[in-house]
């Protein structure tokens, strides 16, 4: 069984809907008996967050800080990290994007949730193609698709 805490530091609130996203991509990950948290944050959070742990003084939408570094055994427990998501930011790429704040926070806490399992689309184009694509195949099938 997965368990996973959303802490809505920001307030923000409206984010029922990421049950049914979550649970998409860790079945479709195969992940069972992972644990996890989402936390929301402000701009000012992030950007203290970003400027310590990336080197970059600048505010950013996601930050996934992954705990597992290896495989474990099916029946170990797995501590996979955490997401932190800028609420402001989010709201802004909505509008940029012309998305609704829904399909951008599913799009956010999925890509989190995909770096926490392994992938980087820093690497290469071909990761980065491979972890997009799966990103879209999930909100699709979550009918998220503006």
Known sequence: MNEYTINDEYGYQNYEYL?????????????????????????EEIQNINREYRGIDSVTDVISFALEDNETSPSEVRVLGDIYVCIPRMKEQAVMYSHSEKREL????????LHL???????????????FDLQDEILAAENIID
Request: hydrophobic share 45%; aromatic share 8%; no cysteine.
């Open 106 to 113: 599913s799009f956010l806490v999925v890509h989190g949730l």
């Open 117 to 131: 399992l392994g992938y980087d689309h820093m690497k290469s184009k071909e990761e980065e193609k491979i972890m």
């Open 19 to 43: 049950d049914a996203v979550i649970e998409r991509t860790l079945k479709h990950e195969s992940v069972s008996n992972a644990v996890f948290s989402i936390i929301f944050v402000g701009e």
